[in-house]
């Protein structure tokens, strides 16, 4: 799948995921940061992002501590899927 | 003169606040605040009921309906205790029970993780399943940083309630303690929470009385709790 | 007025009395093992309860068909202390609370088809143990997270301070389920060694099987009393601890100004081997100025038993003051807390007179209490 195409679904996925209710998905940016600032996702929301990636993609993220880059942002986290998808 | 010093031994507290939820009809100190769509599940009432209270506060959106409820009735409690704000919140107490514990969460996750086919179990379900997670809530919500403790019981316990939140008015010299029943099961919702407020703490802009307050024992609770 | 500690019970696969627990400790033996269990691929670390034998026992009691794994648990624990003290708990002014984060979860995956599904309610699981002693009062059920236990200790002191009952059994009980281990593997949170509370390695929890029972009451039926206590909420995250240890130190100070103490001979730690529990820990000792007292967690031995650590853990910190013996704290090889604290790396006698037992949870909770030896 191209990067832009799983992009798009992230978004809504994301958003349908973590319960945003009050976020539109075309509103999200994808080389904006998700944690910290922007759509302020914490812990419990990181550990939600791997089900995600296992769940919607068939990824796992084998060691817990490249979840930070992988997660950086909605386009890191498509680029991850891309490169590790089977 | 005898007045006075009456007044300054008074030992009682008082019962200021309250808000019981049934049937998807949510009441305020005896008044009606909203009245909820019986076509509505408990879901949906519990967002119609967000948007009345102009709750405006996203997390909201991840809670479990257990801590929906829970966050729900007390917003309506502390907005109509004017004085809230003037207590110390370390010396506020949360003091809740119910009868289904966290029953609705956990069965969410055991349903999850039934299904070995498709094994996903959910760390954000996961964690509403302990009942003192609404606490939890609250207590982020409104920097509450006292006493807890989450009670199981099969019916609302009135008694339980007043001995309890009395001994931490009495020896933590706690300002106020919130109290009540969540409870969530299948589709029915019960809650009922209320203020105490510890007369004998004077707060700087504190009010010292308040229209219709109960004094806090354990025929009021019942009492209010059965209206 | 004073609360004092009566008889107590533990049931764990070190076994069923707290005098086998407790030498089993001393020997520095752990309860923990790998378990193979169907739905994952990798065994886990746990410590759990044989069955076959928990039936063998119970079966002196009641029909072992007729009972959950965990309410014949509760049965057996609470029993002894029963026997040891002669209680009755069909006198008015006797209480039995019981601690539970999860009650008979297993219920839920289906495992008793001959028993009711209403028992997956903690105020049925309660009222079957209840109904075995005849209690006059209903048993209270506390459920709150990891803190339950020790909640429940200080719920008991209080109502006995207050004159509200004069003899209290509190009973704490969890089991090992697919439930809270698939739970707490999708936190992260599990270990795939035994865990290794406070160390520079340590990789997550083990969770555990445990009852345990304890009495508190107005007599002198020990010369160990637990002089104050204190519950606090973090206000800062529902599974997260507050990086600043802010509502367990709230929770200790109370403690210690309600005792009039400023200072203890040891701490019995709530130290799950996570992360930020034991770096939370360790700043909220530190701002406590505990840093330098001897410290140790028990779940090197136990893993997590959730609703009994509590009470568990509060048993084994009253016969260490009993015995004058301080238990080394298991796992603990490296200091891995962004704060210093004295973990005890060796089993000793040496003389005690007090300690602070603390907790902490999911929900933001936390407690502690003091007790003392006269």
């Given amino acids: 799948m191209e990067v832009q195409e799983i992009i798009k679904n992230l978004k809504s996925q994301i958003v349908e995921q973590l319960n945003l209710e009050e976020v539109k998905p075309e509103d999200i940016d994808a080389d904006a940061p998700l944690f910290g600032t922007g759509l302020g996702l914490d812990s419990i929301d990181a550990l939600e992002l791997i089900v995600l990636l296992e769940k919607n993609y068939d990824v796992k993220i084998e060691d817990p501590k490249e979840s930070k880059a992988v997660f950086a942002s909605v386009k890191t986290m498509a680029e991850y899927i891309a490169a590790h998808s089977k | 003169m005898p007045q006075l010093y009456l007044k300054k031994y008074k030992l009682e507290n008082f019962i200021v606040t309250y808000c019981k939820i049934k049937n998807k009809s949510v009441s305020l100190n005896g008044e009606l605040f909203f009245e909820g769509s019986q076509n509505d599940d408990l879901t949906a009432f519990l967002g119609r009921l967000y948007k009345k209270t102009e709750l405006n506060y996203p997390k909201f959106f991840k809670m479990d309906k257990l801590c929906k409820l829970g966050i729900l009735a007390t917003e309506l409690v502390i907005r109509n205790t004017p004085d809230f704000g003037t207590f110390s919140k370390n010396e506020i107490a949360l003091v809740y029970s119910n009868n289904a514990s966290s029953l609705e969460s956990d069965r969410t996750h055991a349903n999850a993780i039934a299904d070995k086919q498709n094994y996903f179990p959910s760390p954000s379900v996961f964690v509403y399943t302990l009942p003192n997670i609404v606490l939890g809530e609250i207590a982020i919500k409104h920097k509450i940083t006292g006493e807890n403790a989450f009670f199981v019981s099969e019916h609302f316990d009135a008694e339980l309630m007043y001995s309890y939140t009395n001994i931490l008015l009495k020896t933590k010299n706690a300002a106020s303690v919130l109290c009540g029943w969540v409870n969530v099961d299948g589709p029915n919702a019960e809650a009922f929470v209320y203020c105490v407020k510890n007369l004998n703490f004077k707060q700087e802009n504190g009010l010292d009385e308040y229209p219709d307050q109960k004094t806090h024992n354990s025929k009021n609770i019942q009492h209010l709790y059965s209206l | ?374």
């Fill in chain 3, 1 to 374: 007025m004073s609360v004092f500690f009566g008889a107590h019970n533990i049931i764990s696969p070190l076994g069923y009395t707290s005098r086998e627990n407790f030498e089993a400790l001393v020997n520095g033996k752990s309860a923990l093992q790998k378990h193979s269990f169907s739905f994952s691929e990798k065994p886990f670390f746990c410590s759990k309860i044989n069955e076959a034998e928990l039936d063998k026992r119970f079966s002196w009691l009641a029909n072992p068909k007729e009972y959950t794994h965990l309410e014949k648990l509760c049965t057996l624990s609470v029993k002894d202390i029963v026997t040891q003290s002669g209680i009755d708990l069909r006198d008015k002014n006797n209480l039995l609370i019981l601690s539970t984060t999860k009650g008979n979860i297993d219920i839920l995956e289906n495992k008793y088809p001959d028993i009711s599904p209403q028992r997956a309610y903690l105020p049925e699981l309660a009222k079957t143990v209840g109904d075995f002693f005849k209690t006059k009062n209903a048993p209270l059920v506390v459920s709150n997270a990891c803190i339950s236990g020790l909640l429940a200790i200080i719920i008991a002191k209080r109502f006995i301070e207050n004159k509200n009952y004069k003899n209290i059994i509190v009973c704490g009980a969890d089991l090992v389920s697919e439930f809270t281990l698939s739970g707490f593997k999708s936190f992260n949170a599990m270990s795939d060694e035994a865990c290794k509370p406070f160390d520079k390695n340590r990789t997550g929890i083990n969770l555990g099987e445990a009852a345990a029972s304890i009495l508190l009451s107005e007599d002198k039926l020990s010369n160990i009393s637990i002089l104050s206590g204190a519950s606090a909420n973090d206000a800062n995250h529902i599974s997260g601890p507050s990086r600043t240890g802010d509502g367990l130190y709230q929770s200790v100070s109370e403690t210690f100004k309600a005792a009039g103490k400023n200072t203890v001979d040891f701490i019995s730690a709530h130290g799950t081997a996570t992360d930020y529990n034991d770096e939370m820990e360790s700043v909220a000792f530190s701002r406590a100025g505990l840093s330098t007292i001897p410290l140790n967690s028990l779940k090197g031995y136990y893993g997590h038993t959730l609703g009994a650590a509590g009470v568990l853990e509060s048993i084994i910190a009253i016969q260490s003051l009993s015995e004058n013996t301080l238990i080394k704290s298991l796992g603990f090889e490296t200091p891995g807390t962004v704060e210093p604290l004295n973990v005890i790396t060796q089993t000793k006698k040496t003389e005690l007179k007090s300690c602070l037992k603390t907790a902490s949870g999911f929900g933001g909770c936390n407690a502690a209490a003091l007790f003392e030896k006269i």
